[in-house]
């Protein structure tokens, strides 16, 4: 994966998922979601132990987005 992917969901809310390495190599998943007229949201980083994993559970965070009414811009 290259880059930031990014979905606009209903009523102005967004979500940034992308793929790093950490410190000792391992793939971690990144996401970042909120709302454009609010100041909440959150952020979370899933350390996976393999490509298989990361693609595995890439693959599972965009289906659910696609379910909760996002599309990727």
Same mark, same amino acid.
């Given at each position: 994966m290259d880059g930031i992917e990014r979905f606009k969901g209903p009523g102005g809310r967004y979500? $940034? =998922?992308?793929? $790093?390495?950490? =410190? @000792?190599g391992a793939l971690v998943i990144m996401r970042a979601w909120g709302g454009q007229r609010s100041g909440r949201g959150g @952020?979370?980083?899933?350390s996976l132990a393999s490509d298989m994993e990361c693609h595995k559970e890439l693959k599972r965070i965009r289906a659910l987005r696609r379910l909760r009414g996002y599309v990727a811009v």
């Open positions: 979500y $940034q =998922l992308w793929v $790093q390495r950490d =410190l @000792f @952020f979370k980083a899933i």
